[in-house]
Protein backbone atom coordinates (compact mmCIF):
# COMPACT_ATOMS: atom_id res chain seq x y z
CA UNK A 1 0.00 0.00 0.00
CA UNK A 2 1.37 3.33 -1.17
CA UNK A 3 2.32 6.35 1.23
CA UNK A 4 -0.77 8.16 -0.70
CA UNK A 5 -3.13 5.15 0.10
CA UNK A 6 -2.46 4.92 3.96
CA UNK A 7 -3.32 8.34 4.85
CA UNK A 8 -5.39 9.80 2.14
CA UNK A 9 -7.70 9.90 5.08
CA UNK A 10 -5.99 12.10 6.98
CA UNK A 11 -5.02 14.26 4.01
CA UNK A 12 -8.92 14.70 3.62
CA UNK A 13 -9.76 15.20 6.95
CA UNK A 14 -6.32 17.75 6.99
CA UNK A 15 -7.99 19.41 3.92
CA UNK A 16 -11.45 19.65 4.95
CA UNK A 17 -10.56 21.52 7.98
CA UNK A 18 -7.60 23.42 6.50
CA UNK A 19 -10.96 24.33 3.73
CA UNK A 20 -13.13 25.46 6.44
CA UNK A 21 -10.72 27.88 8.26
CA UNK A 22 -9.36 29.25 5.06
CA UNK A 23 -11.37 29.31 1.98
CA UNK A 24 -10.34 31.90 0.36
CA UNK A 25 -7.89 29.61 -1.57
CA UNK A 26 -10.37 27.00 -1.81
CA UNK A 27 -12.82 29.47 -3.54
CA UNK A 28 -9.82 30.62 -5.86
CA UNK A 29 -9.91 27.08 -7.07
CA UNK A 30 -13.87 26.85 -8.24
CA UNK A 31 -13.04 26.87 -12.11
CA UNK A 32 -11.23 24.27 -11.77
CA UNK A 33 -13.71 22.13 -9.89
CA UNK A 34 -15.69 20.70 -13.20
CA UNK A 35 -12.49 19.60 -14.77
CA UNK A 36 -11.81 18.02 -11.35
CA UNK A 37 -14.91 16.46 -11.04
CA UNK A 38 -14.95 15.20 -14.64
CA UNK A 39 -11.23 13.63 -14.42
CA UNK A 40 -12.37 11.50 -11.16
CA UNK A 41 -15.34 10.15 -13.02
CA UNK A 42 -13.22 9.15 -16.00
CA UNK A 43 -10.37 7.99 -14.21
CA UNK A 44 -13.28 5.78 -11.89
CA UNK A 45 -14.36 4.75 -14.93
CA UNK A 46 -11.47 3.42 -16.27
CA UNK A 47 -10.89 1.20 -13.80
CA UNK A 48 -14.16 -0.55 -14.32
CA UNK A 49 -13.93 -4.33 -16.01
CA UNK A 50 -16.66 -5.99 -17.76
CA UNK A 51 -17.58 -8.26 -15.59
CA UNK A 52 -18.83 -5.35 -13.51
CA UNK A 53 -20.95 -4.62 -16.81
CA UNK A 54 -22.23 -8.03 -16.60
CA UNK A 55 -23.58 -7.20 -12.75
CA UNK A 56 -25.13 -4.45 -13.60
CA UNK A 57 -27.33 -6.03 -16.68
CA UNK A 58 -28.07 -8.39 -14.24
CA UNK A 59 -29.08 -6.15 -11.56
CA UNK A 60 -31.16 -4.13 -13.49
CA UNK A 61 -34.35 -3.62 -11.92
CA UNK A 62 -31.94 -1.70 -8.74
CA UNK A 63 -30.89 0.01 -11.03
CA UNK A 64 -34.33 1.05 -12.73
CA UNK A 65 -35.25 1.64 -9.27
CA UNK A 66 -32.51 3.77 -7.96
CA UNK A 67 -33.12 6.12 -11.32
CA UNK A 68 -37.11 6.34 -10.52
CA UNK A 69 -36.15 7.07 -7.01
CA UNK A 70 -33.64 9.97 -8.02
CA UNK A 71 -35.06 11.62 -10.72
CA UNK A 72 -38.89 10.36 -10.70
CA UNK A 73 -39.58 12.38 -7.68
Given at each position: MSLLQRYFPVI???ASV???YWPSW??????????LLGAVMFF?????KVNDFKLA???YPL???A????FGF
Open positions: AIAYAYLAAQKPWIVYMGATLLIRIVLLVLQ
